[in-house]
Each structure stands twice: as C-alpha cells, then as structure tokens.
C-alpha cells in the first residue's frame, strides 16, 4: 500500500517565463545609481528599493492581468531584476550614468552601452503604432493652401516638415519663421500640427525663448521640436546669439538645476511665429525662413467664419489617431526634391517677400550706422580691415555685407601700397577721393601721403 505524503500550505510552482517577463518589466521602468532607484521617466526623484518594489506590485497588475501574480513570483522577479548578477541586460535594472540624450527613431527608453545606460527622452507617438493606414493629408491639405498661398513657400515648408519626419534622428540648419500682423491667421494651428506629428511628449512649446537660452535649459534641449510663440530679440543680445547656435550646432553645452554642466548631443529642430516684423534678423541670415501668413480668413477678415471652420476640421483630424498617422505616412512618403535643403538656406534663391523687406530695412540700418561711423572719423580713406571689425563687431553683420553697404555710401575699394610695406592692401576712399601712388588726392587740389592720412585714425583702431 503507498503512503500518501501530505505537505501542508505547499507553494505552487513558479512559471520562469512569467519571471522573466516582469523582471524585463522591471529593467524596462528603472535605472539606479549610487543605491538609488529612478523612473526613467521621472528621473529627478530618487526611489528606495521598497518603494520600486511597491510600485512595481501595482504596475504588473494594471499591465499584465493575465499573469497571476504571487508573493513568491514577485520575490523571484526582483531577485532576478535587482538583487542578482547576469548578463541578461534586459531583465536586470541598468546602472544610470546620470545621462539623459534624445535619440529620435530608437525606441529603447535605456540606452545601454559598456555596463552603463543612458535614458532616451524620445518616445514613439502612439498613432505611429497603428497599422493598415493609408496616406493622406485629409483637412490638412486645405489650411496647408489657406496659410501658405503661394506655392514655393508652401513647398518649401512641407519640404522641410517631410524631412524632419523622415530624417527624424538628424537636425536641420535653419527654421521656419511664421509671421503676421494679424491674429487668428493660423500660426499657432499649423504649430500644433507639427507638435503632434513629433508627439507631444518630444515637443516643447514655449513664448519667446527666455527658458530655451537660460543657464538651465537642457529639457527644451533633449526634445525634438521646440516652439517658440511671439519670438523678439535683439540682433547683438546674447540670446540671439545663443539661439543661432542652437538652430544649426549639433552639441552644445547645457545643464540641469543642481547638476554639473555637460555637452549635449541635440537634435532639436525649431519653429518660430511672431505678429511683429523681425527686422532684428540679420541681413543675410541663412537661419530663419520667414513666411508671411496673411489671408481674408484671419480673426477680423471677411473669410474669418469660413476659416475657423476648417481649423475646426483640422483640430479634429489631429484628435483622430488613425487620420493623424494617414498625415504623418504622407509626409514620410513624400517625395523631396533634390533641389531642397535642410542644411543649408539660399536665402538668394529661396528668399521670401518678407524676408527681402526684412534684409532691406536690416541693411539700411546697418548702412546709416557706418555712415555715421565714417562721418565721425572725418577721414577720407580708410583701410577694409578696419571696415571690417566695425561691420562684424559693432554692428553685427555679415563681413560679405561690407562691399554692398561701401558701395551704397559712394565708396569705392582699391589696392594699394603704403607704410612702407612692399605688398598692396585694400583700402575703401570717400568719393571724390582718389589714390595715385601712395597720395590721397582730392577734387580741391590737396594731396597727403596716405600713411600720413590714416595717422588721424584713433591710436585704438589697428591698421
């Protein structure tokens, strides 16, 4: 007769594939460092264990109600995900090197490499998940027309938009730059369009840029688009120059509050609207591709009823996941001319209206401002190099602007010989002023060396 042994309150056994599925869980949520645990997607807080491990219990009944979880499959899944040592790196939690980069494309959360893990703040939108869509720009298609009426323009920003959705993980080197006078044209819509086209959760949206160039500005810098609403500077403000670096530097230097400064590897690409001219913008700026937005269907125009309703239509299709991705499949599969760049603006070929008016009412300022310059030195010849510091360092333009603006002033260029030195220099002469072997002559009749000339310059200015 066989004896039956009883074993009272036995465990029930432990499923190693439900093991390995939570402790993957678990890797996948967190990262540690120095004893401290971190949610990777709230990496400013630190965690303790027990309250990983509390966190983790509710998570895995919210995520995997299949999985009938225990006290001991719990303990074997922490055990396996925090207290042993493997080489399964996806089902132990990585050791965080304090890094947080954006890598658009790659939807790994935790970026392993050499025993240490990076946590990545891009995400996959939820609408790039769906499957079975076709492309189309639905509503889209109509405000593209309505906002960007003249068809080089419109190109050239869905040109720019396709190629930043297809070539998600680079960055351009120049930005879209929306103006108009008016309100309710449709500036703040099409933003809002590309936000969610990026996600939301990539994109920052932000008034003016006082937070994207502060000291601490590195979450605007790990995200993928920055928005940057009634954008005004100063062309020789350290935020413009600080933004220019932004637009076209791949690594720039950045830090958190209480954290060391680090280099940041960005991939951000930029929008900016404003309801007031940019004449800040440099002459020849190959930055900014501005773009007026005026039509009848802003906030007081006679088509303002009409327009409103299609911004309706659009908001929308943004809120349909499904129509959202039918959008975002027609710009990944637009065809780019190979004519457009992304890296590089001919404002000579590319350039809009309003940016001509932009650079002509720039040059003009820049023009008086040397006139004045030249009219206080008193002096009728001066040498390029000199014309040049005050152009690049007082007046912030661009050295290839200085013939023009010389130009414009009546001013004419010439090689010349003087001080001694046995090569010719290039030296700009007020008009009605000529050089004739190392003299100055002028229409009067009077002749002065040219060295003994350039002497009344200031002793601060070099030759």
């Known amino acids: 007769m066989t004896n039956i042994v009883h074993i009272p309150n036995a465990k029930p056994?432990?499923?190693?594939?439900?093991?390995?599925?939570?402790?993957?869980?678990?890797?996948?949520?967190?990262?540690?460092?120095?004893?401290?645990?971190?949610?990777?997607?709230?990496?400013?807080?630190?965690?303790?264990?027990?309250?990983?491990?509390?966190?983790?219990?509710?998570?895995?009944?919210?995520?995997?109600?299949?999985?009938?979880?225990?006290?001991?499959?719990?303990?074997?899944?922490?055990?396996?995900?925090?207290?042993?040592?493997?080489?399964?790196?996806?089902?132990?939690?990585?050791?965080?090197?304090?890094?947080?980069?954006?890598?658009?494309?790659d939807s790994n959360r935790i970026i392993r490499e050499r025993g240490l893990a990076s946590l990545n703040?891009?995400?996959?939108?939820?609408?790039?998940?769906?499957?079975?869509?076709?492309?189309?720009?639905?509503?889209?298609?109509?405000?593209?027309?309505?906002?960007?009426?003249?068809?080089?323009e419109r190109d050239m920003i869905l040109?720019?938009?396709?190629?930043?959705?297809?070539?998600?993980?680079?960055?351009?080197?120049?930005?879209?730059?929306?103006?108009?006078?008016?309100?309710?044209?449709?500036?703040?819509?099409?933003?809002?369009?590309?936000?969610?086209?990026?996600?939301?959760?990539?994109?920052?949206?932000?008034?003016?840029?006082?937070?994207?160039?502060?000291?601490?500005?590195?979450?605007?810098?790990?995200?993928?688009?920055?928005?940057?609403?009634?954008?005004?500077?100063?062309?020789?403000?350290?935020?413009?120059?600080?933004?220019?670096?932004?637009?076209?530097?791949?690594?720039?230097?950045?830090?958190?509050?209480?954290?060391?400064?680090e280099r940041v590897d960005q991939r951000c690409c930029f929008i900016f609207t404003t309801n007031h001219l940019p004449?800040?913008?440099?002459?020849?700026?190959?930055?900014?591709y501005v773009v007026e937005v005026e039509h009848d269907g802003h906030a007081s125009g006679p088509e303002s009823q009409a327009f409103r309703a299609l911004v309706e239509r659009v908001l929308l299709q943004l809120d349909d996941p499904k129509q959202l991705a039918a959008l975002y499949l027609a710009?990944?599969?637009?065809?780019?001319?190979a004519t457009f760049s992304a890296k590089s603006l001919n404002i000579e070929n590319d350039g809009t209206e309003v940016m001509k008016r932009i650079q002509s009412a720039t040059r003009q300022v820049s023009v008086d401002q040397l006139e004045e310059f030249l009219s206080t030195k008193k002096i009728n010849a001066l040498p390029e190099a000199v014309v040049t510091i005050f152009v690049r360092d007082?007046?912030?333009?661009?050295?290839?602007?200085?013939?023009?603006?010389?130009s414009e002033l009546g001013w004419s260029k010439q090689k010349v010989k003087w001080g001694g030195v046995d090569y010719a220099r290039a030296i700009w002469v007020r008009p009605d002023f000529v050089v004739e072997r190392g003299n100055l002559l002028g229409t009067d009749g009077s002749t002065v060396a040219i060295a003994e000339h350039l002497a009344l310059l200031e002793p601060d200015i070099e030759l």
Request: glycine share 4%; net charge positive.
């Open 13 to 105: 056994a432990i499923d190693p594939a439900h093991v390995s599925i939570l402790a993957k869980a678990v890797a996948s949520w967190f990262v540690r460092r120095d004893g401290k645990y971190y949610d990777i997607d709230r990496p400013n807080v630190a965690i303790s264990r027990v309250d990983v491990k509390q966190i983790c219990v509710s998570r895995f009944k919210d995520e995997f109600p299949a999985i009938p979880l225990t006290n001991e499959l719990a303990k074997a899944a922490f055990s396996l995900s925090m207290e042993q040592t493997h080489t399964d790196a996806e089902r132990i939690v990585a050791v965080w090197n304090g890094q947080r980069v954006c890598r658009p494309g």
């Open 121 to 152: 703040s891009w995400t996959v939108p939820a609408y790039r998940t769906l499957g079975d869509i076709k492309a189309d720009y639905g509503p889209a298609s109509e405000f593209f027309d309505r906002i960007f009426p003249r068809e080089a």
């Open 159 to 261: 040109n720019w938009l396709a190629w930043n959705l297809q070539h998600e993980d680079d960055k351009p080197a120049w930005a879209p730059f929306l103006f108009s006078r008016s309100k309710g044209s449709g500036k703040s819509t099409f933003c809002q369009i590309v936000a969610r086209l990026f996600g939301d959760g990539n994109t920052v949206v932000q008034n003016n840029v006082d937070k994207l160039t502060s000291k601490f500005n590195m979450t605007a810098l790990q995200s993928k688009l920055v928005i940057s609403e009634e954008l005004q500077l100063r062309p020789d403000s350290t935020q413009s120059n600080t933004l220019k670096t932004y637009i076209t530097e791949r690594t720039t230097l950045s830090e958190l509050k209480g954290c060391e400064a």
């Open 279 to 288: 004449i800040w913008i440099e002459a020849e700026d190959r930055r900014y």
């Open 331 to 337: 710009l990944m599969t637009r065809a780019i001319p």
């Open 394 to 406: 007082k007046l912030h333009a661009n050295i290839n602007s200085t013939r023009h603006m010389m």
